[in-house]
Structures are given as C-alpha cells and as structure tokens.
C-alpha cells in the first residue's frame, strides 16, 4: 500500500531537483534566471506526478520518464508566465512571489516563457534518443503538443479573454476549463500511459480518468479563488469575480459547484476499477487533488 | 541543370499552399486569423527552401519533409510575431503590412505565436509518425529546439535586446547574428538533411556551408536595412540605426560588410565542394541569399 503523502513528497523533491538541472547551463544568463525565477517560485508539481504516477501505476521502471515529466512542468509553467502578462491576466503575484515580468520586465517574461516551451520539447527529444524510444518520443509530442496548442490550453486562453466580461455560461465555462486547464492535466496522464506502453485497453481506462480529473481539478481552483485569502492562495484572492472572470461558484454556487466536482471525482474512480492493475496511486492522487484547501 | 529561379519558385508556391493548409481547422478562430495573418505577409519562406533544397541535394524523394519544411516557416513565424512586440522591437510593420499585435492586440499576438511554436513541433511529431521515421524525427527536433531555444534564436534576442544602446562590438554582433538569424537557418539545412538520411560526412560539409551562409545573410539584411528604403523593405527602414543597434555595416562600413559577406558566400561554396553530389541547387541559393536587393 503506497502512503499518497509520502509518494508526492519524494516525487517533489525528485522533480524539483531534475527541473533546475535541466535548465540552461548556457546562452544569456538573464533569461535562465527569468526561467528559473517562475520555476522556483514552487506549485504542486501536479502535472510532473501525473506523468510519474501513470507510469508507476503501469508497473514502469523506466527512469527516463524524468525528462517527459519535466517539460510538462515547463510547459505548464510557460503558461503561467505569459498569463501573467500585462497584455493578459495582468497578475503581479503568482504561487506568492512577484510574477515573471514584474521582475524581469515585459521582454524577458515572454522570452522566458517561449523558452520554457521550446525546452519542453527539447526534454522529449532527449527521452526519445535514448535506447530507441523514437516512436514513443513522437506520440508524446503529439500529446503534448494537442494539450499546448490551439485546440487545448492555448485555445483555452483565448477564449478566456474573450469571455471576459460578457456573459458567461455554463458551457463557456465547461469548454474554457477543459482546453485551458483540462487538456495539459489529461496530457499528462496519457504522456505517462505512453511512456509505460500502455495497452490500448489501459489507455482507455487512463483517458476516462485524466478527462474527469481536469475539470473537477478547476472548480476546485475556482472555489478556492471564489472563498479564499491572497495569503493562502498565494495569488490575488478574488482576482476572477473582480475580473468578471467566468467560473464555476459564480455560476453555479458554491455548494453546486463542489458536488460537480465530487461526481466528476467518483466518474474519475470508476474508470480506475476497470485497470488490470492496483490503482491506489491514481486515486489517491484525485483525492489530494479534489480535497485541498489550496 | 536546376534553373534555381524556377526552383524557388515552385517551392515557395508549394510551401505557400502547405502553411496555410496546416493551420488549425478548430480552436478559437480569433488566433488562427492572427497566426494567417503574420503567416500570409509573405515572406521569402527561406527557411522551407532550405529544409527541401538540402534533402533535395541529396536525392531525397520522400514528400513527407515537407512536415518539417512548415515547422521551420512557423517557427521563424513566431519569432518575427514575438520580435516586433511593444515590449521588444515595438515594430508596427512587417513585411509591408501592420504586425500582427497591431491588428489583433498584443494578447493575440503573444498567443498566436506560441502557438505557431507549439504547432511547429506538431508537425515534427506527424512527420515521425508516418513510416517509422521516429528515431529521425526525435533528431530533427533536437536541433529545431536547440535552434530555436536559449543557446539559438530566444538567446540572440536576449543578447540583442541588451545590447541596445550599449557599446557595440564586432564580437557581440558577430554573436547576436550567429544565435538569432544563424542558428535556425544553420537548423534548416541539417533538418533537411537528417530527413534525407545524410551520411556523416555529407553532414559535416551542410553544417560548414549552413554556418557560413547564415552570418552572411544576416550581413545583407544590415545592409539592405543601412541602405534601404522602408517601401523596398516591407519593414521600417534604418529602424536598426535609429535605435542604435549594433549591425555590421555600422559597425565595418557598408564596403567592408559586403566583402565579408562575400568571403563567407565563398567559405560556403567551397565546403559544398567536399560533397559527394551535385550542389548547384544549394550554391545557386547560396548566391541569391547573397546577391539580393531585399
């Protein structure tokens, strides 16, 4: 039986350490430091655990996984910075320190941020030049590269922009939460599955799990933004209703909203059952992800 | 013998087709428009040609390079789109039309090029899905990223956007050159070439020619930009001097900047010598990339 706490604790750790490493050890100085500014800044980590712990419920050993997981943290973290910018969600503050550009200044915030993606890509070249995992290498990039682009957390930014302030609907929402949020977390998953040859069966199960956890993962976001302080968010509290953001409290409620996310939760479980293999990990793991405070 | 005008001409009404072609049929249209727009401007799709040129040159017959032929137009794509933002070049024209944040706003435009960046490693990964072509495609993706990343094309702007203002050097220009115009059309004829399956000594007389023609193109455009006007630029001219970038005829003199291009352009024809297939369609590039007047 695998303790959940403990195996994200480890994992961190792991992660934490394999991203700086993993940073440029060349080139101008004043981009990396950007880099590692919003790198070091902390967060979950959730999206690196994913891909680890997709592969570990799979039974893989391979410890080259790192590389993929480590550009999906950059991925996810080149997001944030270009979110961030004053063209953007014009936040100062992200995971409690001040945001990319207000330190680095507008230009490098960007470059920052178009360097952490092309890394990104870079990391899965890496993994696929070792012992012939070309055709993996592909697949994943093709993941990662959907739940990047136009038709997932791309897509999703735009259209988040253009929301704002109009009218919002339940299905805007549902849609802005499952390109901007949803895809990159659902990526992670199959990117692990693929990693750890999956059959398509467990393939099957994995895809039912990463697209339910998405969405529950954001209105949990959501609410957390929707009741909670700067201080324990790390980032400005109510920053989506003083946005006239779409979310899913404002919509729906509080109490209506936590119930989505518990039934999409238990969706989530359900799929896990039809795994030939112990998936307490996997659940686990939806369960921190679905019972946090922040 | 390959009549290169004819040549180029044909190819670039081929690429012209397949760029647009690969932009995203779903998503929010707002940033596909803008990725059109800054794609559709035109441009001398340099970049593609040199990808074909170099498979070309060595017999390939395998049409699926032109995946990464679009990769490398997207890429550079994204940069111009990147480069000509308030917060770096503050460009309002590119290839004779408004850039693209002052069509659709600086939101769109950071978007649509990380997502033509994004796209751009796509198409990588489709060409390395047909065939089993994976193990090359893992390497053409090695050197598009480290191309495009922080040693490449993002670290050259850094070192560009620094130098601005300060001292220039015949050393930083000579860097700034090599990293930001250098390195991605130095990656469009290895690309090329590892599609075509290049031995290693074919590789090792590319990587001379490509590291020679990619200085002195850069040398042209400073000229062109010292020398021209903005109609026969498409682009603001001697935007370079006015805001005291460092460029090579500032730098040398028109005279002696030209005479350097030219040694390069030489350096570049004689390593074709050492090729053990005919080169006249990379030599003929060679000159038109030299002996141009915009």
């Known amino acids: 039986m695998i303790e959940i706490g403990q195996y994200l604790?480890?994992?961190?750790?792991l992660i934490d350490r394999e991203l700086a490493e993993r940073l440029p050890q060349s080139g101008p100085t004043l981009v990396s430091d950007a880099m590692r500014h919003s790198l070091e800044a902390g967060g979950?980590?959730?999206?690196?655990?994913?891909?680890?712990?997709?592969?570990?419920?799979?039974?893989?050993?391979?410890?080259?996984?790192?590389?993929v997981a480590c550009a999906l943290e950059y991925v996810h973290t080149y997001s944030l910075i270009h979110?961030?910018?004053?063209?953007?969600?014009?936040?100062?503050?992200?995971?409690?320190?001040?945001?990319?550009h207000?330190?680095?200044?507008?230009?490098?915030?960007?470059?920052?941020?178009?360097?952490?993606?092309?890394?990104a890509f870079e990391l899965i070249a890496n993994y696929g030049r070792q012992g012939g995992k070309g055709t993996k290498a592909v697949k994943i990039m093709a993941e990662l590269a959907a739940a990047a682009g136009v038709t997932g957390m791309i897509g999703g930014q735009v259209l988040d922009l253009e929301a704002e302030g109009s009218d919002p609907t339940l299905e805007k929402v549902e849609n802005i939460a499952k390109m901007k949020t949803g895809a990159l977390l659902r990526a992670a998953i199959l990117c692990g599955a693929?990693?750890?040859?999956?059959s398509s069966e467990q393939m099957r199960a994995l895809n039912i799990y990463a697209s339910k956890i998405g969405p529950a993962f954001?209105?949990?976001?959501?609410?957390?933004?929707?009741?909670?302080?700067t201080?324990?968010?790390?980032?400005?509290?109510?920053?989506?209703?003083?946005?006239?953001?779409?979310?899913?409290?404002?919509?729906?409620?509080?109490?209506?909203?936590?119930?989505?996310?518990?039934?999409?939760y238990n969706d989530a479980l359900k799929a896990l059952e039809s795994l030939d293999c112990p998936a307490e990990l996997l659940s686990g793991l939806a369960e921190k992800m679905i019972y946090r405070t922040r």
């Open 9 to 13: 604790e480890r994992k961190k750790v």
């Open 194 to 198: 693929i990693a750890a040859d999956a």
């Open 83 to 100: 979110d961030d910018l004053p063209a953007m969600d014009n936040s100062d503050l992200r995971r409690g320190k001040p945001s990319c």
């Open 231 to 264: 201080e324990e968010l790390g980032k400005p509290a109510g920053a989506d209703q003083t946005r006239l953001k779409a979310t899913y409290p404002a919509l729906l409620g509080p109490e209506e909203a936590r119930r989505r996310a518990e039934i999409l």
């Open 102 to 119: 207000r330190v680095y200044g507008e230009a490098l915030a960007i470059l920052a941020g178009d360097a952490l993606l092309t890394l």
């Open 218 to 229: 954001q209105i949990i976001d959501d609410l957390l933004d929707y009741e909670g302080t």
């Open 44 to 67: 979950k980590r959730l999206r690196p655990i994913l891909v680890l712990a997709a592969a570990d419920t799979l039974g893989s050993e391979d410890s080259s996984i790192i590389e």
